[in-house]
């Protein structure tokens, strides 16, 4: 039977290991409890159940695209200041390196140099929200690099080349933060996150979608721009999320503010 096309989703990873504090598995702090909600939700507001997941996440840059196409990989627990037992934490789903050289295969065929890695652990701009998506990690997965340059052009050029892989039963995931500066909390990130995620979320909707592609791409001219992403890491997963959804609708479908930030997720195709 043929698959159901898959959307393509750019959602929030949270902060660390912010679902898995309590040592005993008991619920997040309230805070990210809304967050903790929309991720779980995710598998079940798909036309089905995803034969597999690409994954790029902002905790992940190489030189050129670069495909994760090993098994049995360890996490990389590339957090710090946390808990002991924030250090166990296990998502053991199987990894889809068929799904990687297929990656591969269409980035490679739309003029892009890609890479093979087999020894990298997944970051937890894997492992925790998909910890809370996938709680069983009986959902295939591999994860695709950023480009280490940040071109926001390229990377919605590589979402584009992607696409194909929604009508073979892959579910495309951007993991990142909408808003994405640690080093301003409470009060003084509000209203500037708030202005910033209205232009953003404007732009990202957009029902024109070469218009939408443009305006993405100039994030850097939208208000608050640099105080919202110092280092725009955590925004280009989006950018990849875009180009995979091709011509479908965008839309948002999660906003919440955390730490004071005004943080948003969205859907495409």
Known sequence: MQPMTQPTLFIPHGGGPCFFMDPNGGPPDPMWQPMEAYLAGLIDSLPERPKAILLISGHWEEAMPTVHAGTGQPLLYDYGGFPEHTYRLRWDAP??????MRAKELLEGAGFPVGIERERGWDHGVFI??????????????????????DPAAHIAMGRALAPLRDEG????????????LRVRGVPATAPSEEWDAALTAAVTDPDPARRAERVSAWDQLPHAHFSHPR??????????????????AVRDYRDTVMGWVVSGYRFG
């Open 95 to 100: 990894s889809a390196p068929d799904v990687a």
């Open 129 to 150: 929200p998909m910890k809370v998506a996938v709680p069983g990690a009986d959902i295939p997965l591999a994860q695709l690099s950023l480009r280490h340059d940040l």
């Open 170 to 181: 892959v579910l495309i995931v951007g993991s990142g933060m909408s808003f994405h500066n």
């Open 232 to 249: 725009e890491e955590h925004l280009l997963p989006l950018m990849v999320a875009l180009g995979a959804g091709g011509d479908g609708p």
